[in-house]
Protein backbone atom coordinates (compact mmCIF):
# COMPACT_ATOMS: atom_id res chain seq x y z
CA UNK A 1 0.00 0.00 0.00
CA UNK A 2 1.25 3.50 -1.02
CA UNK A 3 1.68 6.03 1.17
CA UNK A 4 -0.73 8.80 0.43
CA UNK A 5 1.20 12.63 0.92
CA UNK A 6 -2.25 14.39 0.02
CA UNK A 7 -5.34 13.31 -0.06
CA UNK A 8 -8.40 15.57 -1.76
CA UNK A 9 -12.04 14.17 -1.03
CA UNK A 10 -15.25 15.86 -2.74
CA UNK A 11 -13.51 18.95 -3.18
CA UNK A 12 -15.53 21.71 -5.09
CA UNK A 13 -14.35 25.04 -5.94
CA UNK A 14 -15.75 28.41 -6.51
CA UNK A 15 -15.09 31.32 -8.57
CA UNK A 16 -18.27 33.69 -7.47
CA UNK A 17 -20.72 31.53 -8.90
CA UNK A 18 -18.94 29.99 -10.89
CA UNK A 19 -18.22 26.18 -10.15
CA UNK A 20 -14.18 24.94 -11.66
CA UNK A 21 -14.11 22.08 -10.10
CA UNK A 22 -16.73 19.37 -9.26
CA UNK A 23 -16.54 16.57 -6.76
CA UNK A 24 -12.79 16.15 -7.04
CA UNK A 25 -11.48 13.64 -5.31
CA UNK A 26 -7.97 12.52 -5.80
CA UNK A 27 -4.60 10.79 -3.86
CA UNK A 28 -1.17 12.11 -4.43
CA UNK A 29 1.28 9.49 -3.48
CA UNK A 30 4.35 10.18 -2.08
CA UNK A 31 7.62 10.13 -4.36
CA UNK A 32 5.80 9.95 -7.02
CA UNK A 33 5.35 12.24 -10.16
CA UNK A 34 1.22 12.82 -10.91
CA UNK A 35 0.42 14.98 -13.75
CA UNK A 36 -2.76 16.28 -14.23
CA UNK A 37 -4.09 16.66 -18.40
CA UNK A 38 -7.36 17.88 -19.58
CA UNK A 39 -8.22 20.61 -22.23
CA UNK A 40 -7.99 24.27 -21.75
CA UNK A 41 -10.08 25.33 -18.82
CA UNK A 42 -10.99 22.13 -17.35
CA UNK A 43 -9.61 22.98 -13.94
CA UNK A 44 -6.74 21.29 -13.66
CA UNK A 45 -4.17 24.53 -12.63
CA UNK A 46 -7.16 25.24 -10.61
CA UNK A 47 -6.82 22.19 -8.91
CA UNK A 48 -2.95 22.50 -8.05
CA UNK A 49 -3.35 25.77 -6.61
CA UNK A 50 -5.84 24.17 -4.01
CA UNK A 51 -2.98 21.70 -3.30
CA UNK A 52 -0.93 24.78 -2.07
CA UNK A 53 -3.42 27.42 -1.53
CA UNK A 54 -2.22 29.56 -3.74
CA UNK A 55 -6.61 30.38 -4.84
CA UNK A 56 -6.51 32.11 -1.55
CA UNK A 57 -5.14 35.29 -3.39
CA UNK A 58 -8.65 35.69 -5.40
CA UNK A 59 -11.28 36.88 -3.45
CA UNK A 60 -14.20 35.71 -5.03
CA UNK A 61 -12.48 31.78 -4.48
CA UNK A 62 -14.57 28.75 -2.26
CA UNK A 63 -13.83 25.83 -1.74
CA UNK A 64 -15.63 22.93 0.01
CA UNK A 65 -14.91 19.32 1.07
CA UNK A 66 -11.58 18.17 2.16
CA UNK A 67 -8.47 18.65 1.06
CA UNK A 68 -5.60 16.27 3.62
CA UNK A 69 -1.78 17.17 3.52
CA UNK A 70 0.02 14.59 5.73
CA UNK A 71 -3.38 14.11 7.64
CA UNK A 72 -3.99 17.66 8.10
CA UNK A 73 -6.92 19.58 6.83
CA UNK A 74 -5.21 22.53 4.93
CA UNK A 75 -8.42 24.54 4.51
CA UNK A 76 -9.58 23.98 8.34
CA UNK A 77 -9.55 26.34 11.14
CA UNK A 78 -6.08 27.50 12.51
CA UNK A 79 -4.58 25.74 9.72
CA UNK A 80 -0.96 27.79 8.90
CA UNK A 81 -0.94 28.70 5.59
CA UNK A 82 2.82 29.92 5.67
CA UNK A 83 3.81 26.49 6.94
CA UNK A 84 1.98 24.08 4.11
CA UNK A 85 3.48 26.55 1.52
CA UNK A 86 7.17 25.49 2.87
CA UNK A 87 5.93 22.18 2.48
CA UNK A 88 4.21 22.02 -0.85
CA UNK A 89 6.63 24.28 -2.99
CA UNK A 90 5.13 25.58 -6.44
CA UNK A 91 7.04 26.00 -10.38
CA UNK A 92 4.99 28.48 -12.27
CA UNK A 93 4.60 28.13 -16.21
CA UNK A 94 6.58 30.90 -17.24
CA UNK A 95 9.69 31.20 -15.56
CA UNK A 96 9.84 34.03 -12.98
CA UNK A 97 12.91 34.30 -11.53
CA UNK A 98 12.92 37.58 -8.49
CA UNK A 99 15.07 40.58 -10.12
CA UNK A 100 18.19 39.82 -7.75
CA UNK A 101 21.70 37.70 -8.07
CA UNK A 102 21.10 33.75 -8.71
CA UNK A 103 22.30 32.98 -5.22
CA UNK A 104 19.53 35.59 -3.31
CA UNK A 105 17.04 34.14 -5.21
CA UNK A 106 17.77 30.52 -4.17
CA UNK A 107 18.33 32.20 -0.59
CA UNK A 108 15.15 34.23 -0.73
CA UNK A 109 12.93 31.15 0.92
CA UNK A 110 15.35 30.59 3.63
CA UNK A 111 16.20 34.03 4.47
CA UNK A 112 12.43 35.21 5.20
CA UNK A 113 12.28 32.02 7.42
CA UNK A 114 14.99 34.14 9.89
CA UNK A 115 18.07 32.19 8.14
CA UNK A 116 21.18 34.27 8.42
CA UNK A 117 24.12 32.35 8.89
CA UNK A 118 26.32 32.81 5.75
CA UNK A 119 27.78 29.34 5.71
CA UNK A 120 24.17 27.72 6.13
CA UNK A 121 22.85 29.56 3.32
CA UNK A 122 26.19 29.02 1.18
CA UNK A 123 25.10 25.12 1.69
CA UNK A 124 21.64 25.27 0.77
CA UNK A 125 22.04 27.11 -2.03
CA UNK A 126 24.98 24.79 -3.74
CA UNK A 127 22.88 22.08 -2.69
CA UNK A 128 19.51 23.42 -4.32
CA UNK A 129 21.57 24.05 -7.43
CA UNK A 130 22.97 20.75 -7.60
CA UNK A 131 19.68 18.90 -7.24
CA UNK A 132 18.40 21.68 -10.02
CA UNK A 133 21.13 20.38 -12.08
CA UNK A 134 22.31 23.83 -12.57
CA UNK A 135 25.87 23.75 -10.18
CA UNK A 136 27.62 23.42 -13.19
CA UNK A 137 26.37 26.20 -15.17
CA UNK A 138 26.38 29.10 -12.92
CA UNK A 139 28.84 27.83 -9.68
CA UNK A 140 30.97 30.78 -10.85
CA UNK A 141 28.60 33.49 -11.44
CA UNK A 142 26.59 33.35 -8.38
CA UNK A 143 26.24 36.88 -8.02
CA UNK A 144 24.70 37.86 -11.45
CA UNK A 145 21.37 38.91 -12.05
CA UNK A 146 19.46 35.98 -12.42
CA UNK A 147 17.76 37.38 -15.24
CA UNK A 148 20.95 37.26 -17.29
CA UNK A 149 20.15 33.51 -17.30
CA UNK A 150 18.43 31.26 -20.34
CA UNK A 151 15.00 30.65 -20.18
CA UNK A 152 15.65 27.17 -19.18
CA UNK A 153 18.31 28.04 -16.64
CA UNK A 154 15.44 30.12 -15.34
CA UNK A 155 13.21 27.73 -14.59
CA UNK A 156 15.70 24.61 -13.01
CA UNK A 157 16.83 28.45 -11.05
CA UNK A 158 13.09 28.50 -10.05
CA UNK A 159 13.19 24.99 -9.25
CA UNK A 160 16.31 25.25 -7.52
CA UNK A 161 14.29 27.95 -5.27
CA UNK A 162 11.49 25.61 -4.40
CA UNK A 163 14.04 23.45 -3.72
CA UNK A 164 15.98 25.11 -1.10
CA UNK A 165 12.93 25.16 1.23
CA UNK A 166 13.27 21.51 1.49
CA UNK A 167 9.78 20.87 0.59
CA UNK A 168 7.78 17.53 0.06
CA UNK A 169 5.96 18.32 -2.86
CA UNK A 170 6.35 20.32 -5.66
CA UNK A 171 3.52 21.31 -7.77
CA UNK A 172 4.32 22.50 -11.64
CA UNK A 173 2.26 24.28 -13.66
CA UNK A 174 2.96 23.57 -17.09
CA UNK A 175 6.65 24.23 -16.59
CA UNK A 176 7.77 23.90 -19.98
CA UNK A 177 5.03 25.43 -22.07
CA UNK A 178 7.62 28.53 -22.16
CA UNK A 179 10.40 26.76 -23.11
CA UNK A 180 12.40 24.94 -26.23
CA UNK A 181 12.12 21.53 -26.74
CA UNK A 182 16.11 21.18 -25.36
CA UNK A 183 15.37 22.91 -22.14
CA UNK A 184 12.53 21.02 -22.13
CA UNK A 185 14.32 17.47 -22.03
CA UNK A 186 16.91 18.81 -19.39
CA UNK A 187 13.62 19.57 -17.23
CA UNK A 188 11.98 16.35 -17.96
CA UNK A 189 15.35 14.56 -16.95
CA UNK A 190 15.38 16.53 -14.06
CA UNK A 191 11.92 15.77 -12.36
CA UNK A 192 12.95 12.08 -13.05
CA UNK A 193 15.92 13.00 -11.12
CA UNK A 194 13.69 14.73 -8.69
CA UNK A 195 11.34 12.27 -7.71
CA UNK A 196 13.97 10.35 -5.35
CA UNK A 197 13.68 12.62 -2.41
CA UNK A 198 10.07 14.96 -3.81
CA UNK A 199 6.83 14.09 -4.57
CA UNK A 200 6.04 15.85 -8.03
CA UNK A 201 2.57 17.11 -9.16
CA UNK A 202 2.67 18.57 -12.83
CA UNK A 203 0.12 20.01 -14.94
CA UNK A 204 1.04 19.77 -19.17
CA UNK A 205 -0.66 19.68 -22.13
CA UNK A 206 1.90 17.67 -23.80
CA UNK A 207 0.35 14.01 -23.88
CA UNK A 208 3.99 12.76 -24.43
CA UNK A 209 5.10 14.58 -21.58
CA UNK A 210 2.78 13.13 -19.43
CA UNK A 211 2.99 9.66 -21.09
CA UNK A 212 6.98 10.14 -20.41
CA UNK A 213 7.71 11.12 -17.01
CA UNK A 214 4.42 10.29 -14.81
CA UNK A 215 3.79 7.58 -12.64
CA UNK A 216 0.01 8.45 -12.83
CA UNK A 217 -2.20 10.51 -14.59
CA UNK A 218 -5.83 11.99 -13.62
CA UNK A 219 -7.52 13.29 -17.11
CA UNK A 220 -9.57 16.43 -15.76
CA UNK A 221 -13.04 17.72 -17.82
CA UNK A 222 -15.03 20.35 -17.46
CA UNK A 223 -14.20 20.81 -13.67
CA UNK A 224 -14.90 17.03 -13.21
CA UNK A 225 -11.82 14.64 -12.64
CA UNK A 226 -13.19 11.59 -15.27
CA UNK A 227 -10.59 9.27 -14.91
CA UNK A 228 -7.39 8.75 -12.45
CA UNK A 229 -4.93 5.46 -13.16
CA UNK A 230 -1.62 4.81 -13.32
CA UNK A 231 0.08 6.04 -16.42
CA UNK A 232 0.60 3.11 -18.39
CA UNK A 233 -3.11 1.86 -18.01
CA UNK A 234 -4.40 5.28 -18.26
CA UNK A 235 -2.87 6.03 -22.10
CA UNK A 236 -2.58 2.28 -23.17
CA UNK A 237 -6.57 0.91 -21.63
CA UNK A 238 -8.48 3.80 -20.42
CA UNK A 239 -12.00 3.30 -19.25
CA UNK A 240 -13.84 6.32 -20.62
CA UNK A 241 -14.26 7.33 -24.15
CA UNK A 242 -13.39 11.13 -23.52
CA UNK A 243 -10.38 10.11 -21.90
CA UNK A 244 -9.21 7.60 -25.41
CA UNK A 245 -10.47 10.44 -27.15
CA UNK A 246 -7.91 12.82 -25.32
CA UNK A 247 -4.78 11.26 -24.78
CA UNK A 248 -4.60 10.11 -29.01
CA UNK A 249 -5.51 13.47 -29.91
CA UNK A 250 -8.53 13.84 -31.24
CA UNK A 251 -10.12 16.50 -29.45
CA UNK A 252 -8.37 19.25 -26.86
CA UNK B 1 -13.38 63.37 -52.53
CA UNK B 2 -11.24 66.28 -53.12
CA UNK B 3 -13.05 68.06 -50.26
CA UNK B 4 -11.80 65.16 -47.79
CA UNK B 5 -8.24 65.23 -48.98
CA UNK B 6 -8.25 69.18 -48.21
CA UNK B 7 -8.99 68.78 -44.92
CA UNK B 8 -6.52 66.30 -44.35
CA UNK B 9 -3.86 68.12 -45.37
CA UNK B 10 -5.44 70.97 -43.20
CA UNK B 11 -5.30 68.90 -40.30
CA UNK B 12 -1.89 67.66 -40.95
CA UNK B 13 -0.64 71.46 -41.36
CA UNK B 14 -2.41 72.36 -38.19
CA UNK B 15 -0.25 69.91 -35.83
CA UNK B 16 3.33 70.89 -38.02
CA UNK B 17 2.25 74.73 -37.21
CA UNK B 18 1.33 74.32 -33.45
CA UNK B 19 4.41 72.76 -33.00
CA UNK B 20 6.23 75.22 -34.52
CA UNK B 21 5.04 77.58 -32.84
CA UNK B 22 5.11 75.49 -29.34
CA UNK B 23 9.02 75.01 -30.57
CA UNK B 24 9.65 79.06 -31.24
CA UNK B 25 7.22 79.81 -27.59
CA UNK B 26 9.62 77.74 -25.56
CA UNK B 27 12.99 78.53 -27.20
CA UNK B 28 12.23 82.19 -26.87
CA UNK B 29 12.11 81.55 -23.03
CA UNK B 30 15.40 79.74 -23.09
CA UNK B 31 17.01 82.66 -25.42
CA UNK B 32 15.10 85.96 -23.12
CA UNK B 33 16.86 83.84 -20.10
CA UNK B 34 20.14 83.54 -21.60
CA UNK B 35 20.88 86.66 -22.89
CA UNK B 36 19.40 89.01 -19.93
CA UNK B 37 21.06 86.32 -17.28
CA UNK B 38 24.40 84.71 -18.33
CA UNK B 39 26.34 88.27 -18.43
CA UNK B 40 25.96 88.02 -14.33
CA UNK B 41 26.39 84.19 -13.96
CA UNK B 42 29.34 83.47 -12.03
CA UNK B 43 31.03 81.67 -8.97
CA UNK B 44 30.78 84.58 -7.03
CA UNK B 45 26.61 84.72 -7.48
CA UNK B 46 26.88 81.42 -6.03
CA UNK B 47 28.91 82.41 -2.77
CA UNK B 48 28.42 85.80 -2.06
CA UNK B 49 26.27 87.73 -0.27
CA UNK B 50 22.47 89.41 -1.16
CA UNK B 51 23.21 92.55 1.16
CA UNK B 52 26.03 94.88 0.58
CA UNK B 53 28.36 95.69 3.62
CA UNK B 54 30.07 98.49 3.57
CA UNK B 55 33.38 98.86 5.38
CA UNK B 56 35.67 101.73 6.89
CA UNK B 57 39.61 100.81 7.05
CA UNK B 58 42.46 102.28 7.28
CA UNK B 59 46.13 101.55 6.44
CA UNK B 60 48.71 99.78 7.97
CA UNK B 61 51.76 101.36 8.29
CA UNK B 62 53.59 100.36 4.94
CA UNK B 63 57.12 101.04 3.03
CA UNK B 64 56.87 102.68 -0.47
CA UNK B 65 57.62 100.94 -3.60
CA UNK B 66 56.70 100.05 -6.94
CA UNK B 67 54.42 97.28 -7.32
CA UNK B 68 54.79 94.98 -10.84
CA UNK B 69 51.59 94.41 -11.87
CA UNK B 70 49.85 92.44 -13.93
CA UNK B 71 49.18 93.56 -18.04
CA UNK B 72 45.21 94.60 -17.84
CA UNK B 73 44.02 94.94 -21.59
CA UNK B 74 40.74 96.87 -20.99
CA UNK B 75 40.74 100.40 -21.19
CA UNK B 76 38.37 100.73 -18.33
CA UNK B 77 40.78 99.43 -16.03
CA UNK B 78 43.42 101.79 -13.90
CA UNK B 79 46.93 100.54 -12.39
CA UNK B 80 47.58 102.39 -9.31
CA UNK B 81 51.38 100.96 -9.21
CA UNK B 82 51.90 102.99 -5.40
CA UNK B 83 49.79 100.66 -3.86
CA UNK B 84 49.69 97.51 -5.94
CA UNK B 85 46.08 98.24 -6.69
CA UNK B 86 43.95 97.98 -9.94
CA UNK B 87 40.51 99.50 -10.27
CA UNK B 88 37.73 99.22 -13.06
CA UNK B 89 35.03 101.68 -14.22
CA UNK B 90 32.32 99.25 -13.67
CA UNK B 91 28.37 99.49 -13.50
CA UNK B 92 26.17 98.14 -10.74
CA UNK B 93 22.72 96.27 -11.38
CA UNK B 94 20.58 99.24 -11.32
CA UNK B 95 22.99 100.93 -13.82
CA UNK B 96 24.75 103.53 -12.17
CA UNK B 97 28.46 104.08 -12.69
CA UNK B 98 30.63 102.26 -9.57
CA UNK B 99 34.25 101.77 -8.48
CA UNK B 100 35.04 98.29 -8.62
CA UNK B 101 37.88 96.80 -7.67
CA UNK B 102 39.74 94.58 -10.11
CA UNK B 103 42.90 93.53 -8.22
CA UNK B 104 44.87 94.00 -5.20
CA UNK B 105 48.03 92.61 -5.19
CA UNK B 106 49.49 89.97 -2.31
CA UNK B 107 51.75 92.64 -0.86
CA UNK B 108 49.70 95.80 -1.28
CA UNK B 109 48.29 97.83 1.58
CA UNK B 110 44.86 97.59 0.56
CA UNK B 111 44.87 93.82 1.11
CA UNK B 112 45.22 93.78 5.13
CA UNK B 113 43.63 97.04 6.51
CA UNK B 114 42.84 98.09 9.81
CA UNK B 115 39.17 98.34 10.50
CA UNK B 116 37.16 101.20 11.66
CA UNK B 117 34.64 99.55 12.75
CA UNK B 118 34.11 98.95 16.47
CA UNK B 119 34.91 95.02 17.34
CA UNK B 120 36.87 94.38 14.26
CA UNK B 121 40.33 94.36 13.92
CA UNK B 122 41.11 93.98 10.49
CA UNK B 123 39.13 93.81 7.19
CA UNK B 124 40.51 92.40 3.73
CA UNK B 125 39.93 94.13 0.52
CA UNK B 126 38.65 91.41 -2.54
CA UNK B 127 38.48 91.85 -6.50
CA UNK B 128 35.04 92.76 -6.77
CA UNK B 129 34.46 95.35 -3.51
CA UNK B 130 33.17 98.67 -4.61
CA UNK B 131 34.88 101.59 -3.47
CA UNK B 132 32.73 104.40 -2.14
CA UNK B 133 35.20 106.81 -1.64
CA UNK B 134 38.28 107.75 -0.11
CA UNK B 135 39.73 110.57 2.13
CA UNK B 136 43.40 112.22 2.71
CA UNK B 137 45.09 113.77 4.82
CA UNK B 138 44.55 117.54 4.02
CA UNK B 139 43.73 116.89 0.07
CA UNK B 140 40.31 116.92 -0.74
CA UNK B 141 38.59 113.20 -0.64
CA UNK B 142 38.05 111.16 -4.08
CA UNK B 143 35.05 110.32 -4.82
CA UNK B 144 32.87 107.46 -7.04
CA UNK B 145 31.03 109.31 -8.48
CA UNK B 146 33.90 111.09 -10.24
CA UNK B 147 34.84 108.23 -12.01
CA UNK B 148 37.50 105.52 -11.77
CA UNK B 149 40.14 107.07 -13.66
CA UNK B 150 39.98 110.23 -11.71
CA UNK B 151 40.51 108.14 -8.49
CA UNK B 152 43.36 106.22 -9.70
CA UNK B 153 45.11 109.49 -10.76
CA UNK B 154 44.63 111.01 -7.39
CA UNK B 155 45.27 107.82 -5.88
CA UNK B 156 48.76 107.67 -8.11
CA UNK B 157 49.55 111.76 -6.36
CA UNK B 158 52.63 111.17 -4.51
CA UNK B 159 51.74 113.89 -2.58
CA UNK B 160 48.27 112.56 -0.87
CA UNK B 161 48.35 110.35 2.05
CA UNK B 162 45.11 108.01 2.62
CA UNK B 163 43.05 108.51 5.72
CA UNK B 164 40.40 106.61 5.38
CA UNK B 165 38.77 104.05 2.72
CA UNK B 166 34.90 103.56 2.03
CA UNK B 167 34.42 100.56 0.42
CA UNK B 168 31.30 97.77 0.00
CA UNK B 169 30.67 94.07 -1.21
CA UNK B 170 28.93 94.11 -4.12
CA UNK B 171 26.34 92.07 -2.82
CA UNK B 172 23.59 91.01 -5.07
CA UNK B 173 24.32 86.88 -4.63
CA UNK B 174 21.91 84.02 -3.86
CA UNK B 175 23.91 82.23 -1.43
CA UNK B 176 20.81 82.73 0.96
CA UNK B 177 18.45 81.63 -1.76
CA UNK B 178 20.86 78.87 -2.54
CA UNK B 179 21.17 77.53 0.99
CA UNK B 180 17.21 78.11 1.57
CA UNK B 181 16.56 75.80 -1.18
CA UNK B 182 18.38 72.96 -0.08
CA UNK B 183 16.93 73.34 2.65
CA UNK B 184 13.86 72.92 1.38
CA UNK B 185 14.59 69.89 -0.70
CA UNK B 186 16.41 68.02 2.03
CA UNK B 187 13.20 68.53 4.96
CA UNK B 188 11.00 67.96 1.95
CA UNK B 189 11.98 64.95 0.71
CA UNK B 190 12.73 63.49 4.50
CA UNK B 191 8.76 64.07 5.01
CA UNK B 192 6.85 63.18 2.08
CA UNK B 193 9.55 60.55 0.26
CA UNK B 194 9.01 57.31 3.27
CA UNK B 195 5.27 59.00 3.33
CA UNK B 196 4.58 58.84 0.01
CA UNK B 197 6.25 55.59 -0.79
CA UNK B 198 4.31 54.03 2.27
CA UNK B 199 1.29 55.52 1.16
CA UNK B 200 1.33 54.03 -2.23
CA UNK B 201 2.35 50.60 -0.81
CA UNK B 202 -0.64 50.61 1.20
CA UNK B 203 -2.75 51.09 -2.03
CA UNK B 204 -1.23 49.18 -4.46
CA UNK B 205 -0.55 45.66 -1.99
CA UNK B 206 -2.90 46.11 1.07
CA UNK B 207 -5.84 48.11 0.58
CA UNK B 208 -9.17 46.85 -0.22
CA UNK B 209 -10.80 47.41 -3.55
CA UNK B 210 -14.08 49.35 -2.66
CA UNK B 211 -15.63 52.57 -2.79
CA UNK B 212 -13.57 54.08 0.11
CA UNK B 213 -10.36 53.25 -1.45
CA UNK B 214 -11.70 54.07 -4.66
CA UNK B 215 -12.76 57.67 -3.44
CA UNK B 216 -9.07 58.19 -1.81
CA UNK B 217 -7.54 57.23 -4.74
CA UNK B 218 -9.48 59.50 -6.88
CA UNK B 219 -9.27 62.30 -4.40
CA UNK B 220 -5.08 62.18 -3.63
CA UNK B 221 -4.87 61.99 -7.99
CA UNK B 222 -7.09 65.45 -8.04
CA UNK B 223 -4.84 67.07 -5.17
CA UNK B 224 -2.25 66.74 -7.98
CA UNK B 225 -3.79 69.48 -10.24
CA UNK B 226 -4.63 71.88 -7.25
CA UNK B 227 -3.10 75.34 -7.68
CA UNK B 228 0.02 75.86 -5.09
CA UNK B 229 -1.34 78.73 -3.73
CA UNK B 230 -3.95 77.03 -1.92
CA UNK B 231 -1.57 74.56 -0.21
CA UNK B 232 0.02 78.40 0.81
CA UNK B 233 -3.71 78.63 2.23
CA UNK B 234 -3.23 75.70 3.84
CA UNK B 235 0.12 75.96 5.20
CA UNK B 236 -0.46 79.56 6.57
CA UNK B 237 -3.77 78.59 8.35
CA UNK B 238 -2.22 74.85 9.70
CA UNK B 239 2.04 74.59 9.48
CA UNK B 240 2.63 78.23 10.31
CA UNK B 241 1.12 78.20 13.80
CA UNK B 242 2.12 74.64 14.60
CA UNK B 243 5.70 75.62 13.89
CA UNK B 244 5.41 78.88 15.99
CA UNK B 245 3.59 76.91 18.57
CA UNK B 246 6.20 73.59 18.30
CA UNK B 247 9.83 75.47 18.06
CA UNK B 248 11.42 79.00 18.53
CA UNK B 249 10.03 80.02 15.06
CA UNK B 250 7.99 83.65 15.77
CA UNK B 251 6.72 84.12 11.68
CA UNK B 252 6.46 82.21 8.98
CA UNK B 253 9.98 79.66 8.66
CA UNK B 254 11.73 77.22 6.49
CA UNK B 255 10.03 73.94 8.57
CA UNK B 256 6.56 75.55 7.69
CA UNK B 257 7.60 76.10 4.23
CA UNK B 258 9.46 72.60 3.93
CA UNK B 259 5.57 70.98 5.23
CA UNK B 260 3.80 72.66 2.81
CA UNK B 261 5.84 71.39 0.26
CA UNK B 262 5.56 68.14 1.24
CA UNK B 263 1.87 68.44 1.27
CA UNK B 264 2.06 69.62 -2.82
CA UNK B 265 4.88 66.76 -3.53
CA UNK B 266 3.16 63.85 -1.65
CA UNK B 267 0.11 62.70 -4.34
CA UNK B 268 3.11 63.00 -7.17
CA UNK B 269 5.63 60.47 -5.31
CA UNK B 270 2.71 58.29 -4.34
CA UNK B 271 1.31 58.31 -7.81
CA UNK B 272 4.75 57.83 -9.64
CA UNK B 273 5.55 55.19 -7.02
CA UNK B 274 2.21 53.07 -7.20
CA UNK B 275 2.43 52.97 -10.62
CA UNK B 276 5.75 51.57 -10.80
CA UNK B 277 4.19 49.24 -8.03
CA UNK B 278 1.32 48.30 -10.58
CA UNK B 279 4.09 47.04 -13.49
CA UNK B 280 5.78 44.36 -10.82
CA UNK B 281 4.59 41.08 -12.07
CA UNK B 282 2.16 39.32 -10.15
CA UNK B 283 4.05 35.91 -10.80
CA UNK B 284 6.71 37.46 -8.44
CA UNK B 285 4.61 38.03 -5.57
CA UNK B 286 3.50 34.16 -6.44
CA UNK B 287 6.28 33.15 -6.31
CA UNK B 288 7.14 34.84 -3.20
CA UNK B 289 4.10 34.15 -1.83
CA UNK B 290 4.56 30.28 -2.55
CA UNK B 291 7.82 30.17 -0.87
CA UNK B 292 5.59 30.47 2.22
CA UNK B 293 6.98 34.38 2.62
CA UNK B 294 3.82 36.30 3.88
CA UNK B 295 2.42 39.38 2.67
CA UNK B 296 4.71 41.75 4.24
CA UNK B 297 7.48 39.81 3.50
CA UNK B 298 6.87 39.74 -0.15
CA UNK B 299 5.41 43.12 -0.61
CA UNK B 300 8.92 44.78 1.04
CA UNK B 301 11.78 42.53 0.11
CA UNK B 302 10.28 41.37 -3.48
CA UNK B 303 8.08 44.49 -5.04
CA UNK B 304 9.15 47.49 -3.15
CA UNK B 305 12.72 46.78 -4.86
CA UNK B 306 11.27 46.73 -8.10
CA UNK B 307 9.95 50.12 -7.68
CA UNK B 308 13.00 51.77 -7.02
CA UNK B 309 13.62 53.32 -10.22
CA UNK B 310 9.94 54.83 -10.09
CA UNK B 311 10.76 56.00 -6.57
CA UNK B 312 13.69 57.90 -7.86
CA UNK B 313 11.83 59.32 -10.90
CA UNK B 314 9.47 61.10 -8.62
CA UNK B 315 12.15 62.07 -6.25
CA UNK B 316 13.51 63.78 -9.19
CA UNK B 317 10.15 64.97 -10.35
CA UNK B 318 9.93 66.19 -6.39
CA UNK B 319 12.58 67.97 -6.55
CA UNK B 320 12.04 69.61 -9.92
CA UNK B 321 9.18 70.68 -8.04
CA UNK B 322 10.57 72.00 -4.86
CA UNK B 323 12.62 74.20 -6.75
CA UNK B 324 9.92 75.92 -9.12
CA UNK B 325 7.33 76.21 -6.63
CA UNK B 326 7.05 79.73 -5.50
CA UNK B 327 3.14 80.78 -5.06
CA UNK B 328 2.98 79.11 -1.56
CA UNK B 329 6.15 79.51 -0.18
CA UNK B 330 5.62 83.57 0.18
CA UNK B 331 2.88 82.69 2.22
CA UNK B 332 4.75 80.18 4.72
CA UNK B 333 8.22 80.68 4.11
CA UNK B 334 8.37 84.90 3.48
CA UNK B 335 9.97 86.78 0.61
CA UNK B 336 12.48 88.58 2.39
CA UNK B 337 15.91 87.65 1.14
CA UNK B 338 18.46 86.33 3.74
CA UNK B 339 22.05 86.01 4.01
CA UNK B 340 22.53 84.15 7.14
CA UNK B 341 19.99 80.83 6.56
CA UNK B 342 17.71 79.43 9.49
CA UNK B 343 14.94 76.98 9.63
CA UNK B 344 12.99 79.12 11.98
CA UNK B 345 12.94 81.92 9.75
CA UNK B 346 11.79 83.40 7.04
CA UNK B 347 13.63 83.73 4.24
CA UNK B 348 13.34 82.50 -0.20
CA UNK B 349 14.02 79.74 -2.29
CA UNK B 350 15.51 80.81 -5.57
CA UNK B 351 12.32 81.01 -7.18
CA UNK B 352 10.94 83.58 -4.24
CA UNK B 353 13.46 85.54 -5.07
CA UNK B 354 13.15 86.11 -8.39
CA UNK B 355 9.79 86.93 -7.06
CA UNK B 356 10.88 89.17 -4.46
CA UNK B 357 13.17 91.07 -6.90
CA UNK B 358 10.81 91.75 -9.48
CA UNK B 359 8.21 93.20 -7.14
CA UNK B 360 11.34 95.45 -6.01
CA UNK B 361 11.59 98.99 -7.54
CA UNK B 362 13.03 98.96 -9.55
CA UNK B 363 12.96 95.52 -10.60
CA UNK B 364 16.05 93.52 -11.28
CA UNK B 365 15.75 91.84 -14.49
CA UNK B 366 18.91 90.82 -14.61
CA UNK B 367 20.05 89.04 -11.94
CA UNK B 368 15.92 87.12 -12.05
CA UNK B 369 16.74 86.14 -15.81
CA UNK B 370 20.07 84.91 -13.72
CA UNK B 371 18.55 83.12 -11.28
CA UNK B 372 16.01 81.40 -13.95
CA UNK B 373 19.08 80.44 -16.05
CA UNK B 374 20.23 78.89 -13.09
CA UNK B 375 16.68 76.94 -12.54
CA UNK B 376 15.91 76.29 -15.83
CA UNK B 377 19.68 74.20 -15.68
CA UNK B 378 18.52 72.34 -12.31
CA UNK B 379 15.34 71.01 -14.16
CA UNK B 380 17.09 70.20 -17.51
CA UNK B 381 19.57 68.26 -14.98
CA UNK B 382 17.11 66.44 -13.25
CA UNK B 383 15.33 65.42 -16.48
CA UNK B 384 18.43 63.77 -17.75
CA UNK B 385 18.84 61.93 -14.76
CA UNK B 386 15.71 60.20 -14.49
CA UNK B 387 16.29 59.36 -18.28
CA UNK B 388 20.11 57.81 -17.34
CA UNK B 389 18.73 56.36 -14.65
CA UNK B 390 16.12 54.61 -16.36
CA UNK B 391 18.58 53.89 -18.58
CA UNK B 392 21.12 52.65 -16.19
CA UNK B 393 18.47 50.04 -14.15
CA UNK B 394 17.59 48.21 -17.09
CA UNK B 395 21.75 47.71 -18.26
CA UNK B 396 22.20 46.67 -14.27
CA UNK B 397 19.25 44.57 -14.53
CA UNK B 398 20.42 42.55 -17.14
CA UNK B 399 23.58 41.82 -16.19
Keep these: MMEKVISVENCDLFYGDFQALKDVSLPIYRHKVTALIGPSGCGKSTFLRTLNRMNDLIASCKVKGSIQFNHEETYGNGYDVIELRKKVGMVFQKPNPFPMSIFDNIAFGPRQQGLKDKVKLKEIVEKALKQAALWDEVHDRLNQSALSLSGGQQQRLCIARAIAMEPEVILMDEPTSALDPIATQKIENLIEELKKDYTIVIVTHSMQQAARISDYTAFFYMGELLEFDDTKTLFVSPKLKQTEDYVTGRFG | ?399
Excluded: C
Aim: hydrophobic share 50%; aromatic share 8%.
Design chain 2, 1 to 399: MRKTRLSDRLLQISTMLSTLVSIVGLGLIFQFVLSRGLSLLSIDLFTSNYYAHNYIAELKPYEEMTYSMPNFDDEDVYVIERYGLALRQGIDLAGNGVVEVEYVHPDSPFNTMISAEVGVDTVDMNANNIIDRISYVDHPTSLSRRGAEVMASELNDPQRVINQVFFADLGGGIRGSLITTMWLIFMTLLMALPMGVLTAVYFNEFAPVNMLTKTMRTFIETLTGVPSIIYGLLGISVFVPLTVALTPAVNTNLIAGSMTLAVIILPIIIRTTEESLRVVPQDHRAASLALGANKTQTTFKVVLPQATQGILTSTFLAIGRIIGESAALIFVLGAIVRDRVSIFEQSTSLAVHIWSMMTDEPANIALSSTIALLILAVVLILNVSIKLSVYLFEKRGKQ
